[in-house]
């Protein structure tokens, strides 16, 4: 049974910093990836690591945001710095695996305030 767990979410104020972890299990992923989705919005990539190291991320991120992963211990991260009001959402671990199946973690959800 495939699993995403997240963990980190949380209050901050804006400005602050928050740690998104996400412990996957029963499979392999060829990418991961943060998605959010605010409340009467569409979900929106955050961003995305693919195996040989390549990262992407949406616009509004301004580098601001980083992806990582540690393999040995199957979590994915998203360091987030300098955040915004407008950054408060419901964020999603997400990976595909080398059949091509997309899953997604739960969610917990990031509140900055203002």
């Known amino acids: 049974q495939v699993q995403l767990v997240e963990s980190g979410g949380g209050l901050v104020q804006a400005g602050g910093s928050l740690r998104l972890s996400c412990v996957t299990s029963?499979?392999?992923?060829?990418?991961t990836a943060w998605y959010r989705q605010a409340p009467g919005s569409q979900r929106e990539l955050v961003a995305s690591?693919?195996?040989?190291?390549?990262?992407n991320y949406g616009d509004f991120v301004k580098g601001r945001f980083t992806i990582s992963r540690d393999n040995a211990k199957n979590t994915m991260y998203l360091q987030m710095n300098s955040l915004k009001p407008e950054d408060t959402a419901v964020y999603y671990c997400?990976?595909?695996?080398?059949?091509?199946?997309?899953?997604w973690g739960q969610g917990t959800q990031v509140t900055v305030s203002s």
């Open positions: 029963g499979t392999i992923f060829s990418t």
């Open positions: 690591l693919t195996s040989p190291g390549r990262s």
């Open positions: 997400s990976g595909i695996d080398f059949m091509s199946s997309r899953y």
